[in-house]
Nanobody, 123 residues
């Protein structure tokens, strides 16, 4: 049974940092892309970042480029999202997801999702 379990969310002041973790289990993800998405109240779930588990190639949405860093630890089967210089508009529930489609996966290509972790940035 595939499981993605996020952790590391919390409340932080603007300008602060948080590191989210996504512990993956139940299968080998070496041929997958791991993504982070977020959903703010009243808004659609949006893409934040992704990493190719095998190559380590990363991609970010413009709004977080230079502030967020995605990485993975093969030994721990865990993906991280380091978030620096946080802004109130980063407030959302953050979700980890996995896609077997490697080239430019759409949100619908992500077949596995975690339960989410809340990030709140106060001004």
């Amino acid at each position: 049974q595939v499981q993605l379990v996020e952790s590391g969310g919390g409340v932080v002041q603007a300008g602060g940092s948080l590191r989210l973790s996504c512990a993956a289990s139940g299968r080998t993800f070496s041929g997958y892309v791991m993504g982070w998405f977020r959903q703010a109240p009243g808004k659609e779930r949006e893409f934040v970042s992704r990493i190719n588990w095998s190559s380590g190639r990363t991609y970010y949405v413009d709004s977080v480029e230079g502030r967020f860093t995605i990485s993975r630890d093969n030994a721990k089967n865990t993906v991280y999202l380091q978030m620096n210089s946080l802004k109130p508009e980063d407030t959302a529930v953050y979700y980890c997801a996995a896609s077997s489609r490697v080239l430019s996966p759409a949100k619908s290509d992500y077949g596995y999702w975690g339960q989410g972790t809340q990030v709140t940035v106060s001004s």
